[in-house]
């Protein structure tokens, strides 16, 4: 089992910057796929970046590639998100798992938070 914990979330301007946090306890954390997604109302839920194995590759949506920055620090995972825009205005998940195949399928992810409000003004 893992435990996941999201915080972070905010109301910010077009063009702030917001950094969320993922509080992982449990199962072999370090090992696992970490990946956040996001879920805009009225829309499904799609990813945003995710980070793999022990030499934390990162991958990311082409929305947020140069803007957002995934990273992990023992039993923590963050996502930096700079140059803020509206559309980026989601409730934002941090999910894990472990033998993903697919880390864009949020399907894969068998770990899940609660989830953290980001709200971008314009």
């Known amino acids: 089992q893992v435990q996941l914990v999201e915080s972070g979330g905010g109301l910010v301007q077009a063009g702030g910057s917001l950094r969320l946090s993922c509080a992982a306890s449990g199962r072999t954390f370090s090992r696992a796929v970490v990946g956040w997604f996001r879920q805009a109302p009225g829309k499904e839920r799609e990813f945003v970046a995710a980070i793999v194995g022990i030499a934390s590759r990162t991958y990311y949506a082409d929305s947020v590639k140069g803007r957002f920055t995934i990273s992990r620090d023992n039993a923590m995972v963050y996502l930096r998100m700079n140059s803020l825009k509206p559309e980026d205005t989601a409730v934002y998940y941090c999910?894990?798992?472990?033998?993903?195949?697919?880390?864009?399928?949020?399907?894969?992810?068998?770990?899940w938070g609660q989830g953290t409000q980001v709200t971008v003004s314009s």
């Open positions: 999910a894990a798992g472990f033998y993903i195949g697919d880390y864009y399928d949020d399907s894969a992810y068998a770990y």
